[in-house]
């Protein structure tokens, strides 16, 4: 097949079987020939969309498979409850679609005509709304103002055409306090026909959703309306989230999407400036993009943000408000910092000898503590990292930025090279420097 006859078919060729990542490495192979020749730091990046554009990676998740019938990419959702691992430890009751929450990623191509069945096998009715998508009224998935809810055990058709490209998103719209807080969301990723702007390397998606799960129970609570605990990338808790793998000058687009019940989450990466490029909304212009190294992602929208990292590195990527880098053991602690504990701990120890005061010095070494947590619950953060524990939890994750990607272990962690990573100072050092570390600088 030539590039030109390639790009006619272009939207049937990535809708056959399209595509469970395992076989993107197939379909690049098909484009990548005729295409330039990738470099080969470059890898196997999937390349099977029209100009060039890589398919999406979705760290924890998927992206669900068309079947193309009389040019229509068909495909199927199933919306129904069951147990989702939200890190080793920790397992919850969740709604969600195909057994995924966020659900599988619809990933098409502008000018695509979709026909998607819902299935449902909730103990209710429910609906499917296709955020952002602009479609038939009749199709937008709103119970009771654009049509009957599904009932339960009933198997509805939605079919459009995708008009626009960018990113949106597709939730419950019937008892939605209590399925979107199940988890019944997800992503669609559209693709232009024609790339706009610069084109990327890899393309990621992320949700963020948050629950409320008191300890030793399984089912988030749905009536939560603050003091969510349990805060996610994809699904996923850190230490649980994938981490994402780019390389060194590639140019990155990471689409963000937010249907947690509540808030408004700030997400931030270390290491590196990024433009937002786009929102459920389309494209922002290049003359109004700003550079920002963190972007609120509001509840109901999406936030597409680029960049070109210039620095190898293990860098933190996470929601900046501190309580959602946290797990549940964090809420609602008395508050001990700077305390005394001698004599409360003298008292305790006559009713509780094992009592221990916890958190009068901070709060850093808690999650490291393995203390003993209720059943089914995560300690308050953290996981283990290349120099120590690393004390956060939630919604954070790992940029990986490689030389090579390529050959790049996505486990391994960054091997910072030798007078680069912060160390004890060195006595003389302080001297030649004229530094007196028993100085006092406080002012009363
Ligand atoms: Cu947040």
């Not at 959702?77 to 929450?101: C, D, K, R």
């Not at 963020?208 to 399984?218: A, C, L, P, Q, S």
């Not at 390529?406 to 530094?435: C, F, H, I, K, M």
Request: include cysteine.
């Amino acid at each position: 097949m030539n590039r030109r006859s390639f790009l006619q078919v272009g939207s049937t060729a990535t809708a056959v079987g399209l595509l469970a990542s395992a076989q993107r490495a197939e379909a690049q192979t098909h484009e990548g020939h005729e295409a330039a020749p990738a470099p080969a730091a470059r890898g196997s990046i999937a390349r099977p969309y029209p100009a060039g554009q890589p398919g999406v990676t979705v760290p924890n998740g998927e992206t669900l498979p068309w079947r193309v019938v009389d040019g229509v990419k068909v495909g199927h959702l199933v919306v129904e409850s069951f147990p989702h691992e939200i890190a080793p430890g920790m397992t919850v009751e969740v709604w969600g679609y195909n057994g995924l929450t966020p659900g599988p990623v619809l990933e098409l191509v502008e000018g695509d005509r979709v026909r998607i069945h819902v299935t449902n096998r909730l103990p209710e009715p429910t609906t499917v709304h296709w955020h952002g998508i602009v479609l038939p009224s009749g199709m937008d998935g709103v119970s009771g103002l654009s049509q009957r809810p599904i009932p339960p055990g009933e198997t509805w058709t939605y079919e459009f055409t995708l008009r626009h490209p960018g990113t949106f998103m597709y939730h419950s719209h019937y008892d939605e306090m209590t399925q979107i807080a199940l988890g019944a969301v997800g992503m669609i990723v559209v693709h232009p026909r024609r790339a706009r702007g610069p084109r990327v390397d890899r393309d990621f998606v992320l949700m963020t959703h948050e629950w409320k799960v008191n300890g030793d129970t399984r089912r988030p609570d749905p009536n939560a309306m603050s003091d969510f605990n349990v805060l996610a990338f994809n699904g996923k808790a850190f230490p649980g989230t994938a981490p994402l793998l780019v390389g060194k000058g590639e140019r990155v687009r990471i689409r963000l999407g937010n249907l947690g019940p509540m808030d408004h989450h700030p997400i931030h990466i270390h290491g590196l400036w990024f433009h937002v490029t786009a929102t459920d909304g389309g494209y922002v212009p290049a003359s109004a993009q700003r550079p920002e190294t963190t972007v609120l992602v509001p509840v109901g929208a999406t936030r597409v943000i680029e960049f070109v990292p210039e620095e190898a590195g293990d860098w933190a990527m996470h929601c900046h408000m501190t309580h959602h880098v946290m797990m549940q053991m964090a809420h609602g602690l008395p508050n001990m910092v700077g305390m005394d504990p001698r004599t409360v701990e003298r008292r305790m120890s006559r009713v509780v000898p094992e009592y221990m005061t916890m958190g009068h010095t901070g709060m850093g070494g808690m999650g490291e503590m393995r203390m003993e947590i209720p059943p089914n619950t995560l300690p308050m953060r953290g996981g283990d990292g290349p120099y120590s524990y690393i004390d956060m939890g939630g919604m954070f994750t790992v940029l990986k930025v490689r030389d090579d990607p390529s050959t790049a272990d996505p486990a391994a962690w960054y091997q910072a090279p030798e007078g680069t990573v912060a160390a004890s100072a060195n006595e003389a050092r302080l001297r030649s420097d004229g530094v007196d570390v028993t100085r006092s600088y406080r002012r009363r």
